[in-house]
Nanobody
Framework: QVQLVESGGGLVQPGGSLRLSCVAS????????IGWFRQAPGKEREGISC????????WYVDSVKDRFTISRDNAKATVYLQMNRLKPEDTAIYYC?????????WGRGTQVTVSP
């Protein structure tokens, strides 16, 4: 059974940075892609980024494009989300999911709060 554990969240001021990590145990050798989702208070969960295992191709939702960077280290079974120039509207619980369509495995999430 695959387990995903996120870490790296916290409180940061607007304009600041955080790097989230998602470590997968029981890692599937045949996974195609892994992604990051977030859920802000009172809002639906949304997919924000996805990375392919085979060629590291990536996808970002428009609201985080050019600010967030997804990467992976297959040897460490870890996917990262580098978040720069954070805004208050980025405040949410961030989850990783395998695969990116959200129909498989989920982590428990890590809280990111962007506030002065």
């Amino acid at each position: 059974q695959v387990q995903l554990v996120e870490s790296g969240g916290g409180l940061v001021q607007p304009g600041g940075s955080l790097r989230l990590s998602c470590v997968a145990s029981g890692f599937r050798s045949d996974y195609k892609h892994i992604g990051w989702f977030r859920q802000a208070p009172g809002k639906e969960r949304e997919g924000i980024s996805c990375i392919s295992r085979s060629d590291s191709s990536t996808w970002y939702v428009d609201s985080v494009k050019d600010r967030f960077t997804i990467s992976r280290d297959n040897a460490k079974a870890t996917v990262y989300l580098q978040m720069n120039r954070l805004k208050p509207e980025d405040t949410a619980i961030y989850y990783c999911a395998d695969p990116c369509d959200g129909l498989g495995y989920w982590g428990r999430g890590t809280q990111v709060t962007v506030s002065p």
